[in-house]
């Protein structure tokens, strides 16, 4: 047994060193095998190298540009007559369509008459009597004037004659005022529309007790219509003498026509001009109202809408152009990369001024004919060579919403 022991113990101490030497012979396979994949590796990546990134260009474009101006205001009816009844009664007839175009004259509501019928027929009774006891006055004073010459009656009962008359001709005068204001009360059961407008919804009903105070509907003169916009003071200050000209009748020869948005973005078709000045300043806003007027063929637009109203107020010489989405706003700085002849880019800081549409005007930074990245700006950096492509401004069908 013990000799057993031995040899084992013999045998393990020869095969232990031969062992190790076949695990470092592995090893050392494996980190060559490591080290030329990665040399490999390293070949490919230098072949594979990525290609310039395309993006849109376009030039600098120099150009006059008119500079607008816009403000928000509403719309409102040229006259807005409130109809109210004259008299009271209850309601009888409502005789127009809500909404619909109504002329001056037209009747629009109408109050049961019989009351003011009656008034009418008294009131006419009442004048008839009158008149009857004027011409017994009158003839008494035409029969008593020759008996007073001749002696026959006294001269005080041609005197209560003479004043009797007098006192029936005032009775006369009187009944008759009640007559006419009787016609008017029956006149005024029938309520009419004072102008040519769109009448509103009606504010009472059949049946109703209709009083003096009740407002019954509305009628708006739209055609031309009316646009309220308030303006700052200092912009009031800039143009009140084209405004005082405008106030005095005049036509300023630096007026220019103004523009109608509407809410859905649309360009109203018809030009308005400015009307008036309010008459001061709101000092809760620091703004004035400016009146001015469109037509409104067909009545499109309708008090109460979102109006906003654009003007151009100056004409920018020689100005300098480039899109809007070319120039990325950075905090309080404007930056814009430019591609110069070797297709290489150098991103700087410009100074912007107004907008014109859909564009930027730059006043420095920029030369006329500079190319420009308009589309992939976010992909490029200073030094980076690009793939220069010419960028076409998108029309207004296909254009992103909110460009």
């Known amino acids: 047994m013990t000799n057993k022991l031995m040899r084992r113990t013999e045998f393990d101490s020869m095969v232990e060193p031969a062992g190790r030497r076949c695990m470092s012979g592995a090893t ?31 030039e600098v474009v120099q150009k006059d540009v008119p500079i607008y101006s816009e403000w928000i ?16 009664g209850y309601l009888q ?20 008459p019989r009351t003011y019928q009656a008034a009418l027929d008294e009131a006419k009774g009442q004048l008839g009597r009158a008149e009857a006891a004027l011409t017994k006055s009158q003839q008494d004073v035409a029969r008593y004037t020759p008996l007073a010459k001749e002696g026959a009656i006294s001269q005080q009962e041609l005197d209560n004659a003479i004043q009797a008359n007098r006192a029936n001709t005032a009775q006369v005068e009187a009944a008759r005022a009640n007559v006419e204001q009787a016609k008017l009360n029956l006149q005024w059961t029938e309520v009419r529309s004072p102008i040519d407008g769109i009448a509103g919804i009606a504010q009472a009903q059949i049946g109703d007790l209709i009083q003096p105070t009740t407002l019954m509907t509305t009628v708006s003169q ?38 109608l948005i509407l809410a859905d973005g649309s360009v109203f078709p018809h030009e308005g001009r400015v009307a008036l000045a309010d008459r001061q300043v709101d000092v809760r806003t620091g703004t004035i109202t400016i009146v001015s007027y469109f037509p409104n063929p067909g009545n499109i637009l309708r ?15 020689g100005a300098l152009l480039v899109p809007q989405r070319a120039v990325l706003q950075q905090q309080a700085q ?5 591609v110069g002849p070797d297709n290489k880019v150098d991103i700087h800081p410009v100074t912007v001024g107004e907008r014109a549409g859909s564009d930027w005007i730059v006043t420095e930074g920029l030369k006329p004919g500079e190319r420009v990245v308009a589309e992939g700006l976010q992909k490029v950096q200073s030094g980076m060579m ?18």
């Open 386 to 403: 690009v793939n220069p492509n010419p960028f076409t401004e998108p029309t207004p069908a296909t254009a992103e919403p909110g460009a």
């Open 303 to 317: 008090p109460g809408q979102f109006a906003k109203v654009r003007a151009v107020i100056d004409v920018s010489k």
């Open 334 to 338: 404007y930056l814009v990369a430019v």
């Open 93 to 112: 007839l409502q005789d127009y369509r809500e909404g619909s175009l109504v002329h001056a004259g037209d009747l629009l509501f109408k109050i049961d």
């Open 28 to 58: 050392a396979l494996t980190l060559g095998l490591m080290v030329w994949l990665c040399a490999a590796c390293g070949k490919k990546v230098e072949q594979a190298a990525p290609p310039p990134p395309d993006v849109l260009v376009t």
């Open 222 to 259: 739209l055609d031309p219509i009316k646009v309220n916009v308030p303006i700052s003071e200092q912009q009031y200050l800039k143009f009140a003498r084209q405004l005082e000209q405008v106030s005095e009748g005049q036509q300023s020869k630096d007026q220019r026509p103004l523009e």
């Open 73 to 88: 205001g509403t719309t409102e009816g040229k006259i807005n007559a409130q109809i109210r009844a004259r008299v009271q």
